[in-house]
């Protein structure tokens, strides 16, 4: 596709990433801590071009976490507007393994709800919030920082 002048492509560029909101019976949820900024996010990462969403997720969770995952259900879709990146989030169930940090990720621990709520910025607690929840999956837009009003 061009422009009206017939210039280059105009199309906006975007990334798809994919994460798991890795859940055990005990409600607790797997966190990791980045390596490159230190903020606690679900483990996740950009899904390679000829991988389906669920095989993205279960590589990434494996990858940054050591633990192996079987893939539940799409819990939610979140656009950052302010780097163009789209991730799909999956609830999924750990079957084996034991956590460790990787390259990737400097610790990994098992958190409860609330300490989700205070160890996350707002736009990552509530990909994993909103997989607990059985309404989804949910669709929301944020800026990296703050999440925009749902409509």
């Known amino acids: 596709m061009s422009d009206s002048a017939g210039g280059a492509s105009t ?3 975007h990334s798809v990433s994919v994460a798991g909101a890795v859940v055990r019976d005990d409600g607790c949820l797997l966190a990791i801590r980045r390596a490159d ?6 483990p996740g990462g950009v899904l390679e071009t000829a991988e389906a969403p669920e095989d993205g997720v279960v590589r990434e969770v494996w990858e940054e976490t050591g633990i ?4 539940d259900r799409l819990t939610g879709v979140y656009k950052n507007t302010t780097r163009g990146v789209l991730a799909l989030v999956f609830r999924c169930a750990p079957i084996r393994g034991v956590a460790r940090p990787s390259g990737e990720s400097t610790a990994v621990a098992w958190l409860t ?14 990909r994993l919030l909103d997989a607990l929840d059985r309404t989804g999956p949910h669709v929301r837009t944020h800026d990296g920082r703050t ?4 409509r």
């Open 68 to 71: 192996e995952v079987e893939v």
């Open 37 to 42: 900024n230190g903020t606690w996010e679900l």
């Open 11 to 13: 199309l906006p560029l």
């Open 113 to 126: 709800t609330d300490q989700v709520a205070t160890r996350m910025s707002e736009v990552y607690a509530v």
């Open 147 to 150: 999440l925009a009003p749902t």
